[in-house]
Nanobody, 126 residues
């Protein structure tokens, strides 16, 4: 499995950004997908997850109502739409794939995800 995240950038507080993660190497719909982030000096943390079906999602409290995770199983891609960004959202964002996910489950623990992308930097200025 290979994951390629893209879409990061530098923007001002209040702005929006959409991250994409292209999946290859296996059957995409067999994997639950998640987004995590890591700010400088901090541990990697859960942001959002989506089930294999796309019908179930889960969000960290800090992003709930601002971020939306989605997937297109025909395009082998998972997205993270980020709105109302603030400086606390500054981090490297990683997409990850969970091979043991059930059709409707959404994992939020790092160890549930076996495959990781290289990360994309998001920087939000005040």
């Amino acid at each position: 499995v290979q994951l390629q995240a893209s879409g990061g950038g530098l923007l001002q507080a209040g702005g929006s950004l959409r991250l994409s993660c292209a999946f290859s190497g296996r059957t995409f719909s067999n994997y639950g997908m998640g987004w995590f982030r890591q700010a400088p000096g901090k541990e990697r943390e859960f942001v959002a997850a989506i089930s294999r079906s796309g019908g179930s999602t889960r969000y960290a409290e800090s992003v709930k109502g601002r971020f939306t995770i989605s997937r297109d199983n025909a395009k082998n891609t998972v997205y993270l739409q980020m709105n109302k960004l603030n400086p606390e959202d500054t981090a490297v964002y990683y997409c990850a794939a969970d091979p043991s996910s059930s059709w409707y489950s959404t994992g939020y623990r790092l160890y549930e995800y076996r495959y990781w992308g290289q990360g994309t930097q998001v920087t939000v200025s005040s």
